[in-house]
């Protein structure tokens, strides 16, 4: 198991203006990379980003906040440069591995996600709209 707690308490503390301006900037080195982003229609709190045509990255839009297959790691390696965010490199999206110990951050979830062990996609689907 990973936990994540003190990535999101890293991302959640950080005072800027991420998800307003910085985030659009990053998106765009992202493209310079040769990374694809991807927004769905409606979708206002995450992005994912393909590297050859395989998902590569759910990058959270509200916090400084990214996972990264691990897969690809070497590939998003110039991206941690980025000292305001906090990158989680996993085996899989769908591998229930992760978990958050601290019970301060349920807020963050829609009602149902099992904090002892929850995906990446999990993850995505439980904080997408709050």
Same mark, same amino acid.
Do not use: C
């Given at each position: 198991?990973?936990? #994540?707690? *003190?990535?999101?308490?890293?991302?959640?503390?950080?005072?800027?203006?991420?998800?307003?301006?910085?985030?659009?900037? *990053?998106?765009?080195? #992202?493209?310079?990379? !040769? /990374?694809?982003?991807?927004?769905?229609?409606?979708?206002?709190?995450?992005?994912?980003?393909?590297?050859?045509?395989?998902?590569?990255?759910?990058?959270?839009?509200?916090?400084?906040?990214?996972?990264?297959?691990?897969?690809?790691?070497?590939?998003? !390696?110039?991206?941690?440069?980025?000292?305001?965010?906090?990158?989680?490199?996993?085996?899989? *999206?769908?591998?229930?591995?992760?978990?958050?110990?601290?019970?301060?951050?349920?807020?963050?979830?829609?009602? !149902?996600?099992? /904090?002892?062990?929850?995906?990446?996609?999990?993850?995505? *689907?439980?904080?997408?709209? #709050?």
């Amino acid at each position: 198991m990973k936990d #994540i707690t *003190f990535q999101i308490r890293q991302a959640i503390n950080i005072e800027n203006t991420w998800s307003v301006s910085i985030f659009f900037d *990053f998106i765009n080195e #992202i493209k310079s990379q !040769g /990374l694809v982003p991807n927004h769905w229609a409606g979708e206002e709190n995450w992005a994912t980003v393909d590297y050859e045509g395989k998902l590569s990255i759910y990058l959270w839009k509200k916090y400084p906040m990214m996972f990264v297959s691990k897969e690809f790691e070497a590939q998003v !390696g110039q991206l941690k440069k980025h000292q305001l965010l906090e990158i989680v490199v996993v085996n899989s *999206f769908v591998e229930r591995n992760l978990v958050v110990t601290d019970p301060d951050l349920e807020y963050l979830f829609e009602y !149902g996600v099992n /904090l002892n062990g929850f995906s990446v996609e999990e993850f995505w *689907f439980y904080t997408n709209s #709050i």
